[in-house]
């Protein structure tokens, strides 16, 4: 739940949550309520916009263009929605590849969320790509407090099976590209390491 949440946009109650192990966090980017899980690529960058542009806007429609041009690399033609964020696909047809129906009925179904915190021009949060989730749990909740579109997945866009690590790939390819920026892969030690030393 982002910091302009609604908890009427939680549809199921607290016990059905709770059976069915998923939980409620309250955290402090923008949005309203949405959902993480298995079958998502969640990024998270956290860059000094100083570095970069120091424009909140700017660096929302970078993480839609990068998730854009990454749809693109598996056929998928994405887009923005004008006044929303995110990236949105048109609908799909139903597929037996995925659990649920999403929800909504909207023109237009969304493929990925983005809920971001800046603070001192340093970025949190990210973005949340349904590669293959289980669609079903969106309909627990109003997902961005949208109710009138529906929710999608990159598995049910193309009606088959996804691999995690190809889109993974694609996606680091496409934020170095939009960002501008050289991607090092590094293992956490290092990383934990660096961190200390700065």
Not at 2 to 10: E, K
Not at 83 to 106: A, F
Request: charged content about 25%.
């Amino acid at each position: 739940m982002g910091r302009n949440a609604r908890d009427a946009n939680i549809l199921a109650s607290r016990e059905f949550l709770r059976d069915a192990g998923i939980e409620i966090f309250r955290v402090e980017r923008g949005g309203d309520v949405t959902y993480h899980g298995p079958g998502q690529l969640v990024g998270y960058p956290i860059l000094n916009l100083k570095n970069f542009r120091m424009d909140v806007g700017w660096f929302v429609r970078a993480l839609e263009e990068l998730i854009i041009r990454a749809l693109a690399d598996f056929d998928i033609r994405a887009k923005r929605v004008e006044k929303l964020v995110g990236v949105w696909v048109d609908p799909p047809p139903p597929s037996p590849v995925t659990t649920g129906e999403g929800v909504g009925m909207g023109a237009d179904a969304k493929i990925a969320q983005i809920g971001a915190r800046i603070e001192e021009w340093i970025t949190y949060h990210g973005f949340a790509l349904n590669v293959e989730p289980n669609l079903a749990h969106f309909d627990l909740i109003v997902p961005c407090g949208i109710s009138d579109k529906a929710v999608t997945s990159m598995a049910r866009a193309l009606n088959r099976a996804i691999d995690p690590r190809a889109v993974r790939a694609q996606i680091a390819a496409r934020f170095a590209e939009v960002f501008g920026a050289e991607l090092i892969e590094i293992a956490p030690t290092e990383f934990y390491a660096r961190l200390d030393h700065n």
